[in-house]
């Protein structure tokens, strides 16, 4: 049996491509460069010997490869010294600044029954001089992979306030330690870069062509590791680079906890936090007083939505900000209704020049965005109450020339719409004096925002206007779908159509008598 059983092929020591960076020293290879590399034996084989090579391959390639005894990697390159003035090491010479030689054998247990394999990947990385390394540090990291790197005592201890104080006491009197194991390791990769940097005089630089969610890995291994100098040229780094998309957030997490400690993080906090004077809402009073003011149409438009949307997607303030903001916008609120009144009255007068009817638009629209933040904010209560209450102005529209006015009444039907759907709870008695005051200006002004506003929607204010009037109690109901009827019959297009409304009423009154039928 044993003559018949398949010759193994001699274990062969792999290169597993690893990553360069640009300051001169080479990092650990990520688990997946090294997984894809264990996969693919044959990618790294040696060129040579003929076809009993290949028909070797093609067999070892439809079984799986058994194990084997356990091999050691022994020959481990040297780093180039990333060393300056400090002269902690002097950089070698030409031959020996050859990028660290990373090897990898899986570590090859006993064949067994049912053809069960344990493999362990090891890495083998050296800094530095290594005929002067006097220190291997072992990793043990996640999915089975080990990293042995050869380094130098002084070099970890002078760095890191971690290996200071894991070598302090080491021997005890008798030989010093010549390795130390570190197990679970989170983030290998990170952490033999990690070890890279303290070779280097200043890391600042060497962090200069790394990304922000890589620089923040190193952060959390340096402080893990004690190496504060790290730490703050990570701090530096980020403090200098923008922050894009979701990175704010990993930035702002990451640093919160060192406030803490002698690192200085308010820098960086400053970029999310301020300690102005000038509180969110006199800032916000601000952009609203030059959005209101604006003249020129796109701008306005564009900065309108901007704002809009902002307010629209902003936490709610439970701290009685929003009481403030509240009042905010019905300051300017009262300021457009003013305005407009002021505009109205000059219009009303025979010869009013042109520019009045451009500034009663401005006015109108800049009412219709404040409406829509109220609406919003769910704080437009008020607001109705105020519209049902501009009596003057509405007696004023009907001196005006429709082309003039007829978009102040897109106001009044944006309220009847909010009603309807519920966005805002007027009150019974406003609800009636709204449609009392504003409902007749609104059929007077049908047609020209039907032809004129781009915005209107007929159904969706039909359905507003009925809705508003089937709040009311039934008499009050009859009375104005009445009126409403009276007007239908001459305009018919040009007046709302609330037929459904209509019937809902005409079922209420005659179909089915609730309160008859109780009685």
Same mark, same amino acid.
């Given at each position: ?7 193994? !092929? $001699? @274990?062969? #020591?792999? +290169? /597993? =491509? ?8 080479w ?18 084989h ?24 356990p ?15 400090s ?10 600044? !050859? $990028? @660290?030689? #990373?090897? +990898? /054998? =899986? ?13 362990q ?77 303290m ?16 620089v ?18 990570c ?8 922050w ?17 400690k ?21 800032t916000?009073?601000h ?10 149409d796109r ?27 509240s ?29 009045v ?7 109108t ?12 904010q ?12 501009q009596?003057?102005l509405a ?19 944006r ?41 209107f ?36 297009d ?6 459904r ?5 005409w ?8 309160v008859?039928?109780?009685?």
């Amino acid at each position: 049996m044993e003559e018949s059983r398949p010759r193994r !092929a $001699p @274990a062969r #020591v792999r +290169a /597993v =491509p690893i990553a360069v960076t640009p300051e001169g020293f080479w990092c650990c290879p990520s688990p997946a460069a090294l997984h894809k590399s264990l996969k693919n034996p044959h990618h790294h084989h040696h060129p040579g010997g003929g076809g009993n090579n290949s028909h070797s391959g093609k067999q070892q390639q439809q079984r799986k490869i058994p194990s084997a005894p356990p091999s050691v990697v022994s020959s481990v390159q040297n780093a180039p010294s990333l060393t300056g003035e400090s002269g902690r090491r002097e950089a070698p010479d030409e031959q020996n600044a !050859a $990028p @660290a030689a #990373v090897d +990898a /054998v =899986p570590d090859k247990r006993q064949e067994q029954a049912g053809d069960r394999e344990a493999q362990q990947h090891k890495i083998c990385v050296g800094f530095g001089q290594p005929e002067t390394s006097d220190l291997t540090v072992m990793l043990f990291g996640k999915e089975g992979i080990a990293v042995r790197m050869t380094v130098h005592r002084d070099v970890l201890c002078g760095s890191s306030t971690f290996f200071a104080e894991k070598l302090a006491d080491d021997g005890h009197g008798g030989s010093p330690l010549r390795c130390v194991e570190i197990h679970d390791c989170d983030d290998a990769e990170i952490y033999v870069e990690t070890v890279g940097l303290m070779y280097c005089d200043e890391a600042k630089h060497k962090l200069l062509k790394q990304n922000v969610s890589r620089v923040l890995r190193i952060m959390k291994v340096a402080e893990s590791l004690g190496f504060h100098a790290c730490v703050k040229s990570c701090l530096d780094y980020l403090e200098a680079v923008p922050w894009v998309g979701e990175e704010e957030d990993s930035v702002v997490s990451s640093i919160r906890h060192l406030q803490s400690k002698a690192y200085g993080v308010s820098p960086l906090l400053k970029r999310v936090t301020s300690d102005s004077l000038y509180s969110p809402t006199d800032t916000l009073s601000h952009i609203v007083e030059m959005v209101l003011k604006s003249s020129d149409d796109r701008g306005r438009r564009e900065m309108k939505a901007l704002v809009l949307n902002l307010i629209k997607d902003s936490s709610r303030c439970t701290d009685g900000t929003s009481d403030i903001c509240s009042e905010l916008f019905y300051s300017s609120c009262r300021g457009c209704l003013e305005r407009l009144q002021l505009l109205f009255a000059e219009a009303s007068e025979a010869g009013f020049p042109s520019q009045v009817t451009r500034q009663i638009t401005l006015e109108t629209d800049n009412l219709l965005w404040l409406v829509e933040i109220l609406v919003n904010q769910r704080i437009c209560d008020d607001f109705v109450v105020m519209w049902a209450s501009q009596s003057e102005l509405a007696s004023l529209h009907a001196n005006l020339p429709v082309a003039s006015r007829h978009t102040i009444s897109s106001i009044t039907a944006r309220l009847f719409v909010g009603i309807g759907r519920g966005e805002m709870l007027p009150t019974k008695d406003t609800r009636l004096l709204l449609l009392q005051t504003w409902l007749q200006a609104l059929i007077d002004d049908y047609l020209w925002l039907q032809c004129s506003c781009r915005s209107f929607d007929r159904k969706l204010v039909e359905e507003g206007i009925g809705q508003t009037i089937l709040t009311l109690p039934l008499e009050d109901q009859r009375s104005i779908l009445l009126s409403w009827l009276g007007r239908f019959l001459k305009l018919g297009d040009n007046c709302p159509n609330l037929q459904r409304a209509f019937e809902v009423w005409w079922r209420r009154t005659f179909v089915r008598p609730y309160v008859n039928q109780a009685r």
